[in-house]
């Protein structure tokens, strides 16, 4: 039996998004908890499909003794505020030096979080630096084994100074409790003593987030090519694509593999290394404009739903969640009938509660960051109203107690919206339920989400389409204007 401290702090970082990241954002619950520190962590994360829950539950059928610490994560959006990293740091400090001495350390990290300091040239790898000082405080033989974001740009210090990192293997994420118990079952080789060798490389171009989705290819085939030579090779291997919407020097794909064997390591991660160069004009697809992909929708006729992924303004990658370019094409174009969430507007919401189902209200609805189309203007009527509280039920979110603040569904002729007072995400089939829509009856459906929406949407859909529309989570990353990534590193796809 060992004595083993876990942990999670967890960010990831748009850097091309201007909003800070405060400390509120930590504390607040969204669809995870908010901040917990010592055994409140237990009941927090219990039933969730997160990465340390599926470690507490492997490392518990070893029988270990674990010291819960404390667990952070805040929604993606701009750098981290330093107040906030500092602040939780010295929590996690605290509660790390209390449970000392500890024979291993698990970590959930995101491993995509920056900083604001970065501009200071103080903490540009925010995981490598908690690593850094984890480290300060456990010396350097103390095994840490952390879980990581499928989306991890993994620095060189990151894995230096970590023992192995797991990392999701499914975009949408449907495997990071999974990927929290194969942490537990490294950990477990690493306590029976058996020394992994670290084998990594960085892979020099940038793969755009919609064609990052494990469920089509290249990486499907990929993916299947880990778990291949993970059996063959007896190591533990992650290809990693990363999170492409940060301007750091170590932004971008990677692929780890930890074995006791060190040629057989070194041998699978050039294997995943040389796969995934052979495939880099492959990670790419179309992106349709606003127009286009309404017009297309509504000229197809048939059963089945066809669902415009509004990708660039996905919460999930760090955007504001409330533009309204493709709604302004749905009102231009006449749509009878379409439904689209979730739009972020705490105003709108409030005024459809006072008002009441069935009033009918004036409302601007929208574009509040002054991203994009201007905000819609018009008469609305109340439909639905919902207290934002419900429990996930789709794959990526399963179990995870939503608290996404007043919301109310909103229709503007043959236009529902589906407004929240907290961004989030449109991935999970239950947010439209709780407001009285059943996603599989809608003609078009608008997802604010760029690929964890096809887990509990894409068996009703007839016909996916990429949306560039306004917004900060950039599809085309050519558009954007990097200046700190290494040099040699391509944000193109072509060869
Ligand atoms: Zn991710």
């Given amino acids: 039996m060992a004595r083993i401290a876990i942990a999670g702090f967890l960010h990831e970082t748009n850097t091309f998004v201007q909003r800070t990241t405060g400390m509120d954002a930590f504390l607040t619950a969204d669809a995870w908890p908010g901040l917990v520190q010592g055994p409140t962590l237990f009941d927090a994360v219990a039933g969730t499909n997160i990465a340390i829950a599926g470690f507490i539950k492997e490392a518990a059928a070893h029988h270990h003794q674990l010291v819960p610490l404390l667990w952070a994560s805040a929604n993606p959006s701009g750098p981290v505020a330093q107040d906030a990293y500092e602040q939780i740091w010295a929590m996690l400090k605290r509660e790390l030096e209390q449970a000392m001495p500890v024979d291993a350390l698990f970590l959930d990290l995101h491993g995509a979080m920056v900083v604001e300091h970065i501009d200071a040239g103080q903490i540009e790898d925010a995981e490598g630096e908690l690593l850094e000082r984890i480290r300060a405080i456990i010396g350097p033989d103390v095994p840490i084994v952390a879980a990581l974001d499928f989306h991890a740009n993994i620095s060189p210090r990151m894995v230096a100074l970590s023992d192995a990192l797991t990392v999701y293997r499914t975009y949408p994420h449907v495997d990071m409790s999974d990927t929290g118990r194969r942490a537990a079952i490294v950990l477990q080789r690493i306590l029976a003593g ?184 018009g008469r609305y009527t109340v439909e639905a109203l919902g207290n934002g509280r419900f429990t996930g039920t789709g794959p990526f979110y399963l179990g995870c107690k939503m608290d996404l603040g007043t919301m109310a569904r909103l229709r503007l002729d043959g236009i529902q919206i589906l407004v929240s007072s907290h961004k989030q995400q449109a991935a999970d089939q239950a947010m439209f339920r709780h407001l009285g829509i059943d996603p599989a009856r809608q003609h078009i459906l608008v997802l604010k989400s760029s690929v964890h929406f096809r887990a509990d949407f894409s068996q009703l859909a007839r016909e996916i389409l990429i949306v560039a529309a306004s917004g900060e989570n950039v599809a085309d990353l050519a558009k954007l204007h990097y200046q700190r990534l290494r040099p040699g590193v391509s944000t193109g796809i072509e060869i």
């Fill in 194 to 377: 058996e020394r992994l060798h670290k084998a990594y490389r960085q892979i020099p171009f940038l793969i755009p987030l919609p064609w990052q989705c494990t469920l089509i290819e290249p990486l499907a085939a990929l993916m299947h090519l880990v778990e291949q030579l993970e059996r063959d090779g007896n190591v533990s291997a992650s290809i990693v694509p990363g999170f492409p919407l940060a301007d750091i020097y170590d932004c971008g794909p990677t692929v780890v593999a930890y074995g006791s064997d060190a040629a057989a390591s070194e041998a699978v991660a050039q294997r995943l290394y040389d796969a995934m160069l052979a495939q880099r004009a492959t990670f790419s697809g179309r992106l349709w404009s606003a127009a286009d992909a309404v017009s297309h929708a509504l000229a197809s006729s048939g059963d089945g739903t066809i669902i415009l992924a509004d990708s660039q303004d996905n919460p999930g990658g760090g955007a504001a969640g409330d533009t309204t370019d493709i709604l302004h094409e749905l009102v231009r174009q006449r749509a009878p009938d379409a439904c689209a969430g979730l739009l972020c507007d705490p105003a709108a919401a409030a005024a459809a509660h006072a008002a009441g189902v069935g009033a009918t209200l004036e409302l601007v609805l929208g574009a509040h960051s002054g991203i994009g189309a201007a905000p819609l203007a």
